[in-house]
Nanobody
Framework: QVQLVESGGGLVQAGGSLRLSCAASGRTFTTFRNYYMGWFRQAPGKERELVAGLMWSSGSIYYSDSMKGRFTISRDNAKNTVYLQANSLKPEDTAVYYC???????????????????WGQGTQVTVSS
């Protein structure tokens, strides 16, 4: 089993920044190397959407079109942690942000939340105007 724990959410004014963290652990999870990681978000009344994805072994990154330019996904191998840097935040970025993981099976990226096996509990990001 894999456990994902997000942190770093909070209340921020419009134009501000946050860095979200996703720490992975688990009895059968010794390395992220064979996994694809995703950051999703879900606003009230809306579907869960992919913000960014990262193939751990290659570092290949995917951003949803609407997220390009203000969000940056990265990883720290030593800490088994994936980050999401969010800049120039807007009130419409208010959502619960989730970290997700799946075993990599060859796709360039995985957009559908149903493609992911493991999920964190989410961290709330609220952007005030």
């Amino acid at each position: 089993q894999v456990q994902l724990v997000e942190s770093g959410g909070g209340l921020v004014q419009a134009g501000g920044s946050l860095r979200l963290s996703c720490a992975a652990s688990g009895r059968t999870f010794t390395t992220f190397r064979n996994y694809y990681m995703g950051w999703f978000r879900q606003a009230p009344g809306k579907e869960r959407e992919l913000v960014a994805g990262l193939m751990w072994s290659s570092g290949s990154i995917y951003y949803s079109d609407s997220m390009k330019g203000r969000f940056t996904i990265s990883r720290d191998n030593a800490k088994n942690t994936v980050y999401l840097q969010a800049n120039s935040l807007k009130p419409e970025d208010t959502a619960v942000y989730y970290c997700a993981a799946r075993y990599y099976t060859g796709s360039i990226y995985y957009v559908d939340p149903n493609d992911y096996t493991y999920w964190g509990q989410g961290t709330q990001v609220t952007v005030s105007s």
